[in-house]
């Protein structure tokens, strides 16, 4: 067997190496050839993985975004062969410093899955990937904020007050849809038929399409939109809804109701109204169930009143 032998900057790097050896050796049989992990930095991988794989994506703009900002990190100057879980343990705990747990998440699952993809794809051998073993931190606990006794009414009250006419009937549609932001903006004429009261969505946050069913007062709110002809249900852009929102909300003193909350309120209203899980992500999009329990908050008075 032809010996092997590398140089280090350290003991404890070298011990780890040749354990790995020892390990795979114990395992196969064989030695594995390690020479491309060992001179393959992580900031090798997650360019490759930024420029081949990030761009067929539909996230692609946030995704490329997240890695430019992991790239500056010193832990990228790290070989493949020599990146361990204890890296990446003092790299989650160091940008927990700085941001959301959820932000962590995303940045540990982006290196994960191009170790992955190195892997499998591109000829570098790892006995396993060390992005996989590191402890995810724990998300807070989801909003649970809901629309309160009349705040439904001051809203829409202050919506018509105003000078920007498309919000009542996105905070009617939000309510009675649970649609998103982006989806209700991005509704085309085309896909609404008010007749068979469906409103398609080619294309979701999830990848996937959708087709929400209208209530009665989603069907009057959309006739009422109808006009001129314009091919877009909605023409603001995204900023533009979200400063219009913040000055509505802040105008009658609801400085903590998100936009978003709107969807948390129309899931909350779907399961009162009786229907099952399977029917509620159906219409909310939802592809993971533990996600649906996160916008699922019912009132513990509404659920008193059928228990007789």
């Known amino acids: 067997m032809q010996p092997r032998s590398k140089s280090f900057d350290s003991k404890s790097d070298a011990e780890r190496w040749a354990r790995t050896l020892e390990a795979e050796l114990d395992r196969c049989g064989a030695l594995p050839d390690t020479r491309v992990a ?46 361990s879980t204890a890296d990446l343990a003092s790299y989650r705990d160091e940008r927990l410093k700085k941001v959301a747990p959820a932000t962590v998440i995303r940045e540990l699952n982006t290196i994960s899955h191009a170790i992955d993809t190195a892997r499998r794809e591109w000829g570098i051998h790892l006995a396993q990937n060390p992005a996989k073993l590191v402890r995810r931190p724990a998300l807070p606990r989801g909003r649970t904020r809901r629309l309160e006794g009349n ?38 004429w085309e896909h609404v038929d008010l007749e068979q009261r469906v409103a398609h969505l080619p294309m979701t946050k999830n990848g996937t399409s959708r087709d929400v069913p209208l209530s009665t007062r989603a069907v009057e709110t959309l006739r009422a939109l ?58 909310s999009g939802h592809r993971e169930l533990r996600m649906l329990q996160r916008y699922t908050h019912l009132r513990a008075a509404d659920l008193a009143s059928r228990l007789g």
């Open 226 to 283: 109808r006009t001129g002809e314009s091919e877009m249900v909605f023409t603001a852009a995204p900023n533009a809804v979200r400063l219009a929102w913040e000055r509505l909300t802040r105008r009658v003193g609801l400085e903590d109701l998100h936009l978003h909350d709107l969807r948390h309120e129309a899931v909350s209203r779907l399961f009162e109204k009786g229907f099952n899980v399977a029917e509620v992500a159906t219409i």
């Open 151 to 188: 705040e439904e009414q001051i809203l829409l009250a202050a919506a018509d007050a105003g000078r920007v006419r498309y919000l009542r009937p996105l905070i009617v549609l939000a309510i009675e849809t649970g649609m998103r932001r982006g989806e209700l903006l991005s509704l085309r």
């Open 38 to 83: 060992e001179s393959t930095t992580l900031t090798a991988i997650l360019t490759r993985y930024r420029d081949e794989i990030s761009p067929t994506k539909r996230s692609s703009v946030s995704e490329v975004a997240r890695i430019n900002a992991i790239l500056r990190r010193p832990i990228c100057h790290r070989t493949l062969a020599l990146l």
